[in-house]
């Protein structure tokens, strides 16, 4: 039977190469997920272990019955979105151990289905930010640069149904001004993993609230030419780092809440979900929503719709009550 050459110990191109490539391998595998991604990965499996160790079980390899036990343990604390992403963690984190770890295991998959019933599979959403309830939140906004930016930041995320990432993510160089508007090149996105790039169309409506003469004029007050186009200001105005995910939420939630509103239902997704439900309100097509929207779920977008068109009809008045 022929045999495959052993890999010399020493050094030698053939060796030197090999190495290369698997350093190369490991990169792009490094890759193969996003950095949010992995970040929250990274601190599922932590719970993970943590709870494993404090309870005597152990986390690698783990057993199906101890995921059962973990997931039966926060179904009082955890959604099911993030009870089932920590399933997905655990397991990444099994096979990049090489332990074998299986989630269609009935011992886990028995008290998913299980809590899915008993707790309903409808999650908590950002209700979605309507136009009205951003003029409104918007009267607050003065002249500083921070108010500038904010009212950029809210509109153009709204106008383009925009994810968080995908606003902090914006550079300058991703937004063009074309005759109808803003043209924006999204190089990389939740949808877009691969980084094919998706462009959206922002337009111009010449109204107090238009997105397109909001940005231009933070671009313009800023002075940003390169780099990325939303940023920390000081209360001194000064312009500091790009923003991260977590400053989009917290802006609306600031702003909302200046206006009276309770700022805990919102955040920076309901701008993706207010796009939704007031272009269903307007009659707009589904196809055209989903391609702005860039929704990979026909079903997800169609609950922003369904709320949307809700009161479209009376349908009490037209059963005659």
């Known amino acids: 039977m022929t045999t495959l050459p052993a890999i010399s110990n020493t050094p030698s191109l053939m060796t030197a190469s090999l190495v290369a490539l698997a350093d190369e391998a490991a990169a792009l595998a490094e890759n193969a997920r996003a950095v949010a991604t992995k970040r929250a990965y990274q601190s599922d499996w932590t719970h993970f272990e943590n709870w494993c160790s404090g309870v005597g079980l152990a986390a690698l390899p783990a057993a199906p019955t101890t995921i059962g036990l973990y997931v ?125 790039g998706e462009l959206v169309q922002i337009g111009i409506t010449g109204t107090k609230t238009c997105p397109v003469a909001a940005y231009a004029a933070w671009i313009a007050r800023s002075g940003i030419i390169a780099g990325p186009a939303f940023r920390s200001v000081t209360r001194h105005g000064r312009i500091g780092a790009a923003l991260t995910a977590r400053h989009v939420s917290e802006v609306i939630k600031k702003r909302l809440g200046a206006a009276g509103h309770d700022a805990t239902r919102y955040s920076a997704h309901s701008c993706r979900a207010g796009f939704a439900t007031m272009a269903a309100q307007a009659g707009v097509e589904e196809r055209i929503i989903a391609r702005q929207t860039r929704h990979r779920s026909t079903a997800v977008l169609r609950g922003y719709i369904r709320e949307g068109e809700l009161f479209h009809l009376n349908l009490a008045s037209q059963i005659g009550l």
């Not at 343990?73 to 099911?80: E, G, N």
């Not at 295991?105 to 309507?130: C, E, F, K, N, S």
């Not at 500083?144 to 902090?168: F, P, T, W, Y």
């Open 72 to 196: 039966a343990a926060h179904r009082d604390v955890l959604a099911l979105a993030t009870i089932g992403r920590r399933v997905s963690a655990i397991a990444v984190a099994h096979r990049l151990a090489e332990h074998p770890c299986d989630t269609c295991h009935p011992a886990i998959q028995d008290v998913l289905a299980g809590l899915r019933r008993a707790v309903g599979t409808r999650q908590r959403q950002a209700a979605p930010l309507t136009v009205p309830l951003v003029r409104q939140a918007l009267v607050g906004c003065g002249s500083r640069l921070l108010d500038v930016r904010d009212r950029a930041l809210i509109l153009v995320a709204l106008a383009g149904a925009l994810r968080r990432s995908e606003v902090v993510a914006l550079d300058v160089a991703d937004i063009t001004h074309v005759p109808g508007g803003l043209r924006v090149l999204l190089r990389r996105s939740k949808g877009d993993q691969d980084g094919a």
